[in-house]
C-alpha cells in the first residue's frame, strides 16, 4: 500500500483544516526579522560584487578580520579562566580570596569599558613593566647581576598594542563571566554540596564533580551571549591602533573619504558574525542540555 | 546496663541559629547495630540533631563523639568520618548530570579512591539490594521520587558506611511510593547497620526500632523502647503527640 501522507502536496495544505492550522502557525512563528537581516546582508553582498568602490573597501576592510577573531577568542578564552577563578573566590569563606576578587568585579563594573582599555594598555602595563625595570636595577644592585640585567633591559614597548588590547579585554570580561558563573552556581540547591560533603568530599571535590558540572550548564547560554557581546566590544580596541576591523575601516574610510561604503561594508561584517555565532551558541546550547531533564 | 561504648555519643548539645534556639541542651548515646527513630513535631529539633551528627551544622556548644572520635572542623578527618556516616535525605539530593550507576560510584572513585571497575560493581551490589538494578544507566530525572530515594539509599550504602541517618527520607514521597523506601529501610534494620531515622512513619517506628526518641521545642522529651513508648507513654507531651497522630 502506498501511504498517502508521507508527501503532502502544496494544495493539500488549504484543503484540509488541520494543515490549515499548521501553515498558519507556521506563518506566525516565522522568523521573519531573519529574512529581512539576510536581505540587508545579500544587499550589501550584492554592492560589494557589483560596485567597485564596495568590493575596495571590503578587499581592505577584511585584512583585519584575523585579528578581530584570533582577539576575540584568546580573550575570552582567558576571561572564561579568570571569571571561574573569581567565582569561586565571591563565594569562597577566605576574607581575603572573596574580598580581592569582590574588589577586582566591582572596579570593573564601575569603570567604563573604554576608559579601561587606555587605562590597562597605557597606564597598567606600562606602571608594571617600569615596576619589573626598578625590581631588575635592585637586583643588579644587590648582586644578581643576571636577572637584574635581563630585567632592565626590558624595552618600553615589549608588550605589544594586540597583546594589551587582549589583556584589557580578558580583563572586563573576565568580571563579567565571573558574575555569571557565580549566579550558576548559586542557583545549585544546597542540597547538592551537602550531598556531597555527606560523602566525605572536600569542598573542592564538591564543587568540581557535582556543583561546578551542573553550574556551567545552566549558565552555557549566557556564557555564549557575552562571547557575542565579546566579538562586538572587540572593536573598541581600535582606539589603541589595533588593526582590527574597525581600525581598518576608519583608516580606509578617513584615506578615501568613503564613509558609507566603508561602515556600511563593516556594519555587515561584524553582523553576520554575530548572527553565525548566535546559532552556534543555541545549537550547543541544545546538545549539551539534553540528557538530564528527559 | 553495661553496655560497650556507644558508636554516637551526643554531649549537652545545643545548637542556636540567630535567636532561634534548635537545640537545647541534649545528650542522647546510640550504641553500635542500634535503630533509632527520632520523632516529633515540625521545628523540634530532629533534623538539626541529625545533622550535627555529620557536622552538616554545627553545634553551638556541647559535643558529639562517633566512635569515640570528635566531630570538629579538622577537614580532613571530618572527611574521613564522613564516608563512614551514610545520609539519606528528604530530597534525595541525587547529582541530576550523573546517571543512577555514576551517582552511586562517584564518591567512591574521588574519595576511596577505588578502581573505577570495583566501584561499578559495588554499586551494582548495592542496586540490587534496593531492587534497582535495572535502572542503572538512567538519569535522575527518569525515576520515579520513591527510585530516586531507594537510589540515594544505594549511593549511601556504596561507602560501607557503619552508620546510616535518615533525614525523613519518606516526607516528600507521594503516599504509594512511601513503602518501598520504607521496605528497604526495614532490610537495612534487619541487617544490623545502626540507624537513625528522623520520620513521621509511625508504622516503620514501631516495626524497625529499638528506640525512639520523643523530640520537643529542642530537647529529647522521653527516650524509650517501641513498644513501651507507644503502650504507655509517661509524658504528657508525648501522650498528645501520639493522640493527635494516630488518631488521623
Given amino acids: 500500500m502506498i501511504q498517502k501522507e508521507t508527501i503532502p502536496l502544496p494544495y493539500a495544505a488549504t484543503s484540509f483544516p488541520a494543515a490549515r492550522d499548521k501553515l498558519r502557525k ?3 512563528t516565522f522568523p521573519w526579522w531573519l529574512v529581512a537581516m539576510s536581505a540587508i546582508a545579500i544587499g550589501t553582498f550584492w554592492l560589494i560584487a557589483t560596485k567597485p568602490t564596495y568590493r575596495d573597501a571590503f578587499e581592505f576592510i577584511k585584512a583585519g578580520l584575523a585579528i578581530t577573531i584570533t582577539t576575540t577568542l584568546i580573550s575570552y578564552a582567558i576571561a572564561i579562566v579568570i571569571g571561574l577563578i573569581t567565582s569561586l573566590g565571591r563565594i569562597s569563606n577566605n576574607i581575603f580570596f572573596r574580598n580581592a576578587t569582590t574588589l577586582y568585579v566591582e ?3 564601575g569603570i567604563p569599558m573604554l576608559v579601561l582599555i587606555f587605562f590597562i594598555a597605557l597606564v597598567g602595563v606600562p606602571m608594571i613593566l617600569d615596576g619589573l625595570k626598578s625590581l631588575g636595577a635592585w ?7 643576571a636577572i637584574g640585567t635581563a630585567l632592565t633591559s626590558i624595552k618600553s614597548d615589549a608588550i605589544s598594542m594586540n597583546l594589551r588590547a587582549i589583556t584589557a579585554l580578558s580583563i572586563t570580561y573576565g568580571a563579567f563571566s565571573a558574575e555569571i558563573f557565580r549566579a550558576g552556581i548559586q542557583s545549585i540547591s544546597k542540597g547538592q554540596m551537602e550531598a556531597a560533603r555527606s560523602q566525605g568530599m572536600s569542598y573542592g571535590q564538591a564543587m568540581r564533580y557535582v ?5 556551567i550548564r545552566n549558565v552555557l547560554p549566557a556564557i555564549g551571549n557575552d562571547f557575542v557581546c565579546m566579538l562586538k566590544d572587540s572593536s573598541l580596541v581600535s582606539v589603541l591602533a589595533v588593526r582590527d576591523i574597525t581600525q581598518i575601516a576608519r583608516l580606509y574610510a578617513g584615506r578615501s573619504f568613503q564613509f558609507k561604503e566603508s561602515y556600511i561594508t563593516l556594519a555587515v561584517m561584524y553582523l553576520i558574525m554575530t548572527v553565525i555565532l548566535s546559532f552556534l551558541v543555541k ?3 541544545k546538545r549539551f542540555g539534553q540528557n538530564e531533564r528527559a | 546496663m553495661n553496655a560497650p561504648d556507644p558508636i554516637i555519643r551526643i554531649r549537652n548539645v545545643s545548637k542556636t541559629f540567630g535567636a532561634v534556639e534548635a537545640l537545647n541542651n541534649v545528650s542522647l548515646d546510640i550504641q553500635k547495630g542500634q535503630v533509632v527513630v527520632i520523632i ?4 523540634s529539633g530532629k533534623s538539626t540533631l541529625l545533622r550535627c551528627i555529620n557536622h552538616l551544622e554545627v553545634e553551638t556548644s556541647g559535643e558529639i563523639l562517633v566512635e569515640g572520635e570528635r566531630v570538629n572542623g579538622n577537614q580532613k578527618r571530618l572527611n574521613q568520618l564522613r564516608t563512614k556516616i551514610g545520609m539519606v535525605f528528604q530530597q534525595f539530593n541525587l547529582y541530576p548530570h550523573l546517571t543512577v550507576l555514576e551517582n552511586i560510584t562517584l ?13 561499578i560493581e559495588n554499586a551494582r551490589i548495592q542496586l540490587k539490594r534496593v531492587g534497582i538494578e535495572q535502572k542503572a544507566d538512567n538519569y535522575p530525572a527518569q525515576l520515579s521520587g520513591g527510585q530516586q530515594q531507594r537510589v540515594a539509599i544505594a549511593r549511601a550504602l556504596a561507602m560501607n558506611p557503619t552508620i546510616m541517618l535518615f533525614d525523613e527520607p519518606t516526607s516528600a514521597l507521594d503516599p504509594e511510593m512511601i513503602k ?13 547497620i545502626t540507624m537513625v531515622v528522623v520520620t513521621h512513619e509511625m508504622g516503620f517506628a514501631r516495626a524497625a526500632a529499638d528506640e525512639i526518641v520523643f523530640m520537643d521545642g529542642g530537647q529529647i522529651i522521653e527516650k524509650a523502647p517501641a513498644q513501651d513508648f507507644f503502650t504507655s507513654p509517661r509524658n504528657e507531651r508525648t501522650q498528645a503527640f501520639l493522640s493527635q497522630i494516630l488518631t488521623r
Avoid: T
Avoid at chain 1, 637586583?139 to 647581576?145: H, I
Avoid at chain 1, 556543583?211 to 553550574?215: D, F, N, S, T
Avoid at chain 2, 516529633?40 to 521545628?43: D, F, Q, V
Fill in chain 2, 107 to 119: 564518591a567512591q572513585r574521588v574519595v576511596r579512591k577505588i578502581s573505577p571497575e570495583q566501584a
Fill in chain 1, 211 to 215: 556543583i561546578l558540572p551542573q553550574a
Fill in chain 2, 180 to 192: 518501598e523506601v520504607l521496605d528497604v529501610m526495614m532490610n537495612l534494620a534487619k541487617d544490623g
Fill in chain 1, 283 to 285: 545549537y550547543l546550547e
Fill in chain 1, 139 to 145: 637586583l643588579a644592585e644587590s648582586g644578581f647581576a
Fill in chain 1, 26 to 28: 507556521n506563518l506566525r
Fill in chain 2, 40 to 43: 516529633g513535631p515540625s521545628g
Fill in chain 1, 107 to 109: 572596579l570593573v563594573r
